[in-house]
């Protein structure tokens, strides 16, 4: 059972985020965590809020060493790379990659080697590779593979980096993302 979810984007990744979580359910028994290419002078906080407003799920900007709960959106702050532990999350200031800081690469293989098969990655539009290589290590890990359609894309040459390196991924509009989403993290169980 997939319980934790990251998500790339970059070039018309908000629309394509907002969309699907505004179909995620609030009580999806996963964490999902989101880089999303920003510039390092963007609002701290409007980026999580346009989220927020969009989902019935928990969205907060992440802090180092935030516990990762189940029902939560973690997005990377702008200027920091984060990354996955087993339990949390943490920040970092190392060199960008791929000219990105926060980079989805660095994101989803810290995600792959802490969570293996209980990850599934996310890559959406974007005008680099950036995530490319990490979805591939999400895969080999065991992990799941999801790439936004192409042809539907804002820009699509990170969902063909992605495609390139994961022939295997499962391409979908993003309209069906949520869905699938949900059929593999499931909802957490409510005790009476």
């Known amino acids: ?76 702050p702008p200027d920091y790379h984060l990354l996955v532990d087993p339990d949390s999350v943490s920040l970092s200031t190392d060199e960008a990659v791929h000219f990105a800081r926060p980079s989805i690469d660095v994101l989803f293989e810290s995600a792959a080697e802490s969570h293996r098969e209980r990850c599934a990655g996310v890559v959406l539009t974007g005008a680099n590779a950036d995530g490319a290589h990490g979805l591939q290590r999400i895969a080999e890990l065991g992990g799941g593979a999801i790439v936004q359609d192409p042809e539907e894309a804002v820009r699509d040459e990170m969902p063909r980096a992605a495609l390139k390196a994961v022939p295997e991924a499962r391409v979908l509009p993003v309209a069906a993302i949520a869905s699938l989403l949900v059929e593999l993290c499931g909802l957490a169980k409510v005790s009476a």
């Not at 990744?13 to 920003?38: F, K, S």
């Not at 609002?43 to 180092?64: I, K, N, P, W, Y």
């Open 1 to 76: 059972m997939t319980d934790l979810v990251v998500i790339g984007a970059s070039w018309g990744g908000l629309d394509a985020l907002r969309a699907i979580l505004a179909t995620m359910p609030a009580g999806l028994d996963a964490a999902v965590v989101v880089a999303q290419h920003r510039s390092p002078e963007s609002h701290r906080t409007a980026f999580r809020d346009l989220l927020g407003a969009s989902t019935r799920m928990q969205v907060r900007e992440a802090a180092d060493k935030d516990a990762l709960r189940t029902g939560t959106v973690y997005v990377a």
